[in-house]
Nanobody
Framework: QVQPVESGGGLVQAGGSLRLTCEAS????????MGWFRQAPGKEREFTAVINWSGDNTYYADSVKGRFTISRDNAKNTVYLQMNNLKPEDTAVYYC???????????????????WGQGTQVTVSS
């Protein structure tokens, strides 16, 4: 079981950058894929990015490709989401997710992931 805790959200102007951090407890963190999802007001939670267990394979939603970068430091049990060139439509609560049964960067549906953090708010002003 992975217990993610997100941080790093905030208010930023359009075109700006933020880096989200997800610290995850669990003895086998380096064996799991980790994902970032987001949920805007009135909308369903959606896939943003995923990274495989070793960090050498990633996959992104089309809406963030080229602007966001997911990475991980297994020695620190931490996953990052670097967000550049932010747009107002990126405004959402961002969630980190893990699942002991997911190893590769293939699962993009939120209901496929078992362990979730509490989320961190990202607000992008125009």
């Amino acid at each position: 079981q992975v217990q993610p805790v997100e941080s790093g959200g905030g208010l930023v102007q359009a075109g700006g950058s933020l880096r989200l951090t997800c610290e995850a407890s669990g003895r086998s963190f380096s064996s799991y894929a980790m994902g970032w999802f987001r949920q805007a007001p009135g909308k369903e939670r959606e896939f943003t990015a995923v990274i495989n267990w070793s960090g050498d394979n990633t996959y992104y939603a089309d809406s963030v490709k080229g602007r966001f970068t997911i990475s991980r430091d297994n020695a620190k049990n931490t996953v990052y989401l670097q967000m550049n060139n932010l747009k107002p439509e990126d405004t959402a609560v961002y969630y980190c997710a893990g699942d002991g049964a997911i190893i590769e960067a293939t699962m993009t549906a939120p209901d496929e992931w078992e362990d979730w953090g509490q989320g961190t708010q990202v607000t992008v002003s125009s």
